[in-house]
């Protein structure tokens, strides 16, 4: 403990994590690791796929590399530590490690409900508006939007760290939480937080909000114009084209609407711990395997690469 103006300040945060599964710490430190190990080699193998096949140079296998390494990133800020909270169940963290791994993870997280949002966009021009496709969704366009998610959503995310850091922090330092989410830092705060909270859901519902509209129109559009295709193999080639990312957006959304818009009031902290897992640990491992599975484009590559190698 630090003593700062008479108040003594935390300096170390206690994760309870999964107590209610303590006989079931081995068989989830392995399901971890190998959620892990799927996480980065699917994600890994996505970015080395695109980089090395030109016929998936394009602006939607470029999105799928950034959203690639936004999934890694969200792995490795949350899957590491949690490993260390199922092994250790007095597992401790810094302070300023719990702010690291609350802005690593919030800034990966706003980082891909921006690419999904572009990603969305990028489908809605490729199946609605073909003919202004190569016009609007040119390199120069997917390299400044790529630049400016990554920009806003470190930046966004930077400043809500600040604001926290401002905040004073006395005690409890127990989180029971298996990571450092804002909800659970907030409460450990002995100061004043509502305008932090103010703060956050300025910056954040509006920006959540508008990308979620565009995904929606974007698909909503998408289904009314595959739907007016006459033909079924018609149909079926554009739903194909677009599918794997709709499953994507799909769980998520999902998630996330489930985890932060339902009532937490009756809701278990066990429940709550499993819906993060959710988009923090599953998804992140998911989406590589429902892009390689679902999209002919890198199965074909996938292919020609394991070829090239014999």
């Not at 699917?42 to 936004?70: C, D, E, K």
């Not at 890694?72 to 597992?91: G, K």
């Not at 073909?130 to 400044?144: A, E, H």
Request: charge should be neutral; glycine fraction near 2%.
């Amino acid at each position: 403990m630090v003593p700062v103006r008479n108040i003594t300040m935390i300096t170390e945060i206690h994760l309870l994590g999964f107590r209610t599964f303590h006989e079931l710490s081995v068989l989830l430190f392995i399901v971890f690791v190998l959620i892990y190990y799927v996480t980065i080699c699917g994600n890994g193998m996505i970015i080395l796929l695109v980089s090395r096949s030109h016929r998936l140079h394009s602006p939607m296998y470029f999105f799928l590399t950034q959203l690639s390494i936004s999934d890694s990133m969200m792995a490795t800020s949350i899957i590491p530590n949690t490993l260390y909270v199922v092994l250790d169940h007095d597992a401790t963290v810094t302070f300023p490690g719990c702010l690291t791994q609350f802005y690593f993870f919030s800034a990966s997280l706003a980082l891909e409900s921006l690419l999904l949002t572009g990603m969305s966009y990028d489908r809605y021009l490729a199946i609605c508006n073909p003919l202004s496709y190569n016009t609007i969704m040119d390199y120069s366009f997917c390299m400044r939007f790529i630049t400016f998610s990554w920009v806003l959503s470190f930046s966004l995310i930077l400043n809500h760290v600040l604001a926290i850091c401002n905040l004073e922090f006395c005690g409890p330092n127990v989180i029971d939480h298996y990571f450092c989410d804002l909800s659970p830092l907030l409460e450990l705060s002995c100061s004043e937080t509502f305008l932090v909270q103010v703060e956050v859901t300025l910056l954040v519902i509006p920006m959540a909000l508008f990308q979620f509209i565009v995904v929606i129109v974007s698909y909503s559009y998408i289904i009314f114009t595959i739907l007016r295709i006459p033909s079924v193999t018609g149909r079926q080639k554009a739903f194909t084209t677009c599918s794997s990312h709709l499953t994507v957006v799909s769980m998520y959304y999902g998630t996330l609407l489930c985890t932060y818009l339902v009532p937490t009031r009756g809701q278990s902290l066990t429940a709550s711990k499993v819906l993060s897992l959710l988009y923090t640990v599953v998804i992140p491992c998911i989406n590589p395997i429902i892009y390689c599975f679902r999209n002919r484009d890198i199965k074909e590559a996938f292919n020609r690469h394991i070829r090239l190698m014999r």
